[in-house]
């Protein structure tokens, strides 16, 4: 990796673990990049601003939300288990931990007052929605669309309820409470 691309992501790495830590995008382009063991200067050279470099993250979060996804997928056939890995991976240790929780909860308050945030998250809950109908129809036909936009917001729900008090929610509980909601959603009864 050449210097540029190193020094970015050192910085994109950096930004996830500053808003982890503050738990809001008060953090100062100045102490990411010390953190990232790079000077201000160079931070705005690369982003801009505190915001576009904030952004940067979130792509990275979702890429490598994505890339999980992606892998995890390739070992499952049947539409259910493609279903249950979707939800697993949400609430993956890569994941769902502190930093990328912080993230997302920040992420969220951008997009209201920002349009290139407000369209990321829109990429983020169309992808998510399309992946769940696409699971779901074979297994509940036309209610395949309300069914997946009642999982996706139970996922989203559960990272802002971890955001708010993390000491309620492990990934692996907020995994087991999706999976029980689609559980009921596919007529089994827990």
């Keep these: 990796m050449s210097v540029e691309p190193q020094r970015r992501s ?18 100062t382009v100045s102490k990411i990049a010390k953190r990232a063991g790079v000077s ?10 505190k915001e576009q470099l904030f952004l940067a993250a979130m792509r990275h979060v979702l890429t490598v939300y994505g890339t999980e996804i992606r892998t995890a997928l390739r ?15 949400s609430f993956s240790p890569t994941n769902f931990r502190k930093a990328v929780i912080a993230s997302w909860l920040n992420f969220y308050v951008l997009a209201q007052r920002s349009d290139e ?18 699971e779901l129809r074979p297994l509940v036909g036309e209610r395949a669309p309300g069914v997946a936009q009642r999982i996706g917001g139970l996922i989203d729900g559960l990272y802002l309820r971890s955001a708010i008090n993390p000491q309620d929610i492990t990934g692996s ?6 999976q029980m909601a689609l559980d009921r959603e596919l007529g089994r009864q827990t």
């Design 173 to 178: 509980s907020a995994s087991a409470h999706v």
């Design 117 to 134: 945030a407000q369209r990321l998250l829109s990429i983020y809950h169309r992808r998510l929605q399309s992946n769940l109908v696409h």
């Design 40 to 49: 201000p200067a160079l931070a705005f050279h690369y982003f801009g601003d």
């Design 10 to 27: 050192q910085l994109v790495k950096a930004a996830i673990i500053e808003i982890g830590s503050t738990g809001s995008l008060d953090v």
């Design 75 to 89: 070992s499952e056939k049947t539409p259910e288990d493609r279903l249950r890995v979707i939800i697993d991976t």
